[in-house]
């Protein structure tokens, strides 16, 4: 009898010691967890970077799903410079462009409208095809950041963005930031109405200056200019 006493008492202490470990573990003081990077910072940086740099060259992979027209895909080059010069020259479809030139701004989209390009006063802010520029663009007032992971992989991390105006085209964004240079790789936004539209950024290069031709829309030969 005194044996299984012996035996029910050690475990009763086993029982006393874990609950004793759990309940000073709860208590340890936070700053002794782990803590995730800080949002502003990663975007501060990143706004900084972008603005140093003053142009910005990349591969681009896009993505645009709406339920109510499609998923469409495209590729191919983009160059920034500033928040006025900007050209989408895609390879997938071949020969389509978007291209601000600091006035105007043309879009020409052979595939879907073909003996046409479409010219308009160029667009400005959120809703502009240059998309970096504007989300970049004193991102920590116009925008609440909360960090969400890490991808040790690719080098980046991982931030939703909440837009503070709701005067603002879209609802919501996330963005993965490389740890490397500060600047985005991929962009995801939720528009208002529920579209989606993804960019995946490869072979990123900033601070160079690029060709005036760049930014130069020629219209091709048969093609009708549409003011609007």
């Not at 609950?19 to 990077?37: G, K, R, T």
């Not at 503070?164 to 991929?186: I, N, Y």
């Amino acid at each position: 009898m005194r044996q299984i006493d012996r035996q029910t008492g050690g475990q009763d202490h086993i029982r006393l010691a874990g609950l004793v470990v759990a309940i000073l573990s709860a208590c340890l003081p936070v700053h002794l967890s782990a803590q995730a990077p800080d949002a502003a910072a990663i975007l501060s940086r990143a706004a900084s970077v972008y603005s140093a740099a003053g142009s910005l060259e990349a591969d681009f992979r896009q993505v645009i799903a709406d339920e109510n027209i499609g998923t469409f895909r495209s590729r191919g080059r983009l160059a920034q410079q500033g928040a006025d010069k900007f050209a989408m020259r895609f390879t997938d479809p071949s020969g389509e462009a978007l291209v601000m030139d600091g006035t105007r701004l043309w879009v020409y989209t052979p595939s879907t409208t073909p003996g046409q390009v479409i010219r308009m006063a160029q667009p400005t802010g959120p809703g502009a095809p240059n998309l970096v520029a504007w989300l970049l663009d004193r991102p920590t007032e116009r925008y609440g950041a909360r960090w969400l992971s890490a991808d040790t992989t690719h080098g980046t991390d991982l931030l939703a963005l909440t837009p503070r105006d709701s005067t603002l085209p879209f609802r919501a964004a996330v963005v993965s930031f490389a740890r490397a240079d500060g600047l985005p790789r991929r962009i995801e936004i939720t528009e208002r109405g529920g579209a989606k539209r993804t960019l995946t950024l490869t072979r990123v290069r900033s601070g160079r200056k690029i060709p005036v031709r760049v930014f130069r829309f020629d219209v091709p030969r048969g093609v009708r200019v549409v003011d609007q």
